[in-house]
């Protein structure tokens, strides 16, 4: 099992930097790829990034490409996301997220293959 809290949310001005963390309890933490996603009012939830559970590899969508970027620390249980050059379009909550399959290869998009969720945290970008 793994529970997920996140921190680091809150109200920044566009064109600032926010860095989100994602603190872990459990042994599989270290085992599993994590991700972060996002859901703005009225929209579905989206991939935001993910990195394998090593740090080896690591995936964002091409809205946040060259402006966010996604980090682990295994022996911390911790997954962090650097959002830098923030836009109003990135207001949405954020969620920390476990991959469900340990044995997965390639890493996943796809909501439904997470299986562990934070709360999320609360990311508001002012223009």
């Known amino acids: 099992q793994v529970q997920l809290v996140e921190s680091g949310g809150g109200l920044v001005q566009a064109g600032g930097s926010l860095r989100l963390s994602c603190a872990a309890s459990g042994r599989t933490f270290s085992s599993i790829a994590m991700g972060w996603f996002r859901q703005a009012p009225g929209k579905e939830r989206e991939f935001v990034a993910a990195i394998k559970w090593n740090g080896g590899s690591v995936a964002y969508a091409d809205s946040v490409k060259d402006r966010f970027t996604i980090s682990r620390d295994n022996p911390k249980n911790t997954v962090s996301l650097q959002m830098n050059r923030l836009k109003p379009e990135d207001t949405a909550i954020y969620y920390c997220?476990?991959?469900?399959?340990?044995?997965?290869?390639?890493?996943?998009?796809?909501?439904?293959?997470?299986?562990?969720w934070g709360q999320g945290t609360q990311v508001t970008v002012s223009s």
């Open positions: 997220a476990g991959d469900g399959l340990r044995t997965r290869t390639v890493l996943t998009a796809v909501p439904r293959e997470y299986y562990y």
